[in-house]
T-cell receptor, first 112, second 113 residues
């Protein structure tokens, strides 16, 4: 069955380190998204992509970057991890337009 | 991933009763609305959506109502079951620039036996 996966599921890192979170979908969806979820907030959009080589900043993009070299993957990189980036990160994908966004299981990231 | 332990609005209902979860949105330009369900340890799961040219849409055991005048959205769950226990989020977007969802804080629904 087609699906969307994230790895790792849990990650502990130190302040200042570079961290990359993986997102992989097998639906051949054009659109992919990264969100973070924190105490007191719903999900907030970090970056998104409407296709290969396309990336766009979301509401809370500072300190994060993404690249889209193929349809299936949208890795999220924290260039220099900060404690404020401790959060649960969700990846999502959709075919396009207003089609439903399907979410991955999430990655819990702790920055010490 | 896990549902973050949030200090959320909560709603407790008896098993078999109907539940109504409310959501206020702020952007009058939003014209597409979605309800998601998030169980502990999982990502959000799509429940139902509605466009602004409608005021009601029904699914299996769920109904979404949209009141654009007061910018209010509600999710009605009929005959709630233990499996309905979760955090429910509303999300909004503008069709132009579609897919940039803005999520509400969520409501925790607890089903009492």
């Amino acid at each position: 069955d087609a699906e969307i996966t994230q790895s790792p599921r849990h990650k502990i890192t130190e302040t200042g380190r570079q961290v990359t979170l993986a997102c992989h979908q097998t639906w051949n969806h054009n659109n992919m998204f990264w969100y973070r979820q924190d105490l007191g907030h719903g999900l907030r959009l970090i970056h998104y992509s409407y296709g290969v080589q396309d990336t766009n900043k979301g509401e809370v993009s500072d300190g994060y970057s993404v690249s889209r070299s193929n349809t299936e993957d949208l890795p999220l990189t924290l260039e220099s991890a900060a404690s404020s980036q401790t959060s649960v990160y969700f990846c999502a994908s959709s075919r396009g337009g207003t089609d439903t966004q399907y979410f991955g299981p999430g990655t819990r990231l702790t920055v010490l | 991933g896990e549902s973050v332990g949030l200090h959320l609005p909560t709603l407790s209902v008896q098993e078999g009763d109907n539940s109504i979860i409310n959501c206020a949105y702020s952007n009058s330009a939003s014209d597409y609305f979605i309800w998601y369900k998030q169980e502990s340890g999982k990502g959000p799961q799509f429940i139902i959506d509605i466009r602004s040219n409608m005021d009601k849409r029904q699914g299996q055991r769920v109904t979404v109502l949209l009141n654009k005048t007061v910018k209010h959205l509600s999710l009605q769950i009929a005959a709630t079951q233990p499996g309905d226990s979760a955090v429910y989020f509303c999300a909004e977007s503008a069709l132009q620039g579609a897919q940039k969802l803005v999520f509400g804080q969520g409501t925790r629904l607890t089903i009492n036996p």
